[in-house]
């Protein structure tokens, strides 16, 4: 059988336990040949300074010796595709899922709930995630089609973390949705089979 001919990384979120899961999934196939997770994103330096974390992907990603495909998660999907687009796109196979990705979709979820702590995080850093957000559409608005087709954000029909609006970039990027019976935001084992369903696995 022919060997892998990529790599992957895959970006957590906040508080994210479910990467290990689709990364030990990952290690079922033979898709990949090195296979790492990146818990991107610790509280306290997504909210002082994501742009060590978006550095740090960045440091992570040219350490691979094979075209990487990049994953993230939540506002770690939103780090990736920073990483990402500050480097040669077209060498990038991605994806983004259900993270806070268009600038102008207020991602400000209702408070007092069980995940009130994350809520309050996102608005004390609600202007950064916008700042990123934008400069990723900047860069990806004068890529070509050519250059970001290995790009592709994935979004849920209902998510009370990250609105579905927020998780795509209309025109930009590829959009794909998960089956409006996949709902939520965490890494579920039906998102996880879509996931691999999209990358062939």
């Known amino acids: 059988m022919e060997a892998p001919k990529r790599d992957l990384l895959i970006v957590s979120g906040f508080g994210s336990k479910k990467v290990d899961t689709l990364a ?68 990038i196979e991605g994806l983004f899922i259900n993270g806070p990705l268009n600038p102008e979709v207020e991602v400000n979820p209702p408070t007092g709930q069980s995940y009130d702590g994350y809520f309050r995080l996102f608005s004390a850093h609600y202007g950064l995630r916008r700042t990123i957000a934008q400069e990723c559409v900047d860069v990806l608005s004068k890529a070509t089609p050519e250059q970001k087709k290995g790009l592709i954000t994935i979004s849920s029909v209902e998510d009370r973390i990250v609105p579905p609006g927020a998780q795509e970039l209309p025109g930009i990027l590829e959009m794909r949705r998960f089956p409006a019976e996949i709902q939520g935001h965490s890494l579920n084992p039906e998102k996880i089979a879509f996931i691999k369903k999209i990358l062939g696995a």
């Not at 010796?65 to 780090?79: E, F, K, N, Q």
Request: glycine content about 8%.
């Open 24 to 91: 030990d999934t990952f290690q079922e196939t033979e898709l990949f040949h090195d296979i790492q997770v990146m818990k991107g994103c610790p509280v306290w330096h997504a909210r002082t300074n994501p742009h060590r974390l978006i550095t740090g992907i960045g440091k992570r990603l040219d350490s691979f010796d094979r075209p990487v495909t990049l994953i993230g998660h939540s506002y770690g999907a939103l780090l990736a595709l920073a990483a990402a687009c500050r480097r040669e796109i077209s060498e």
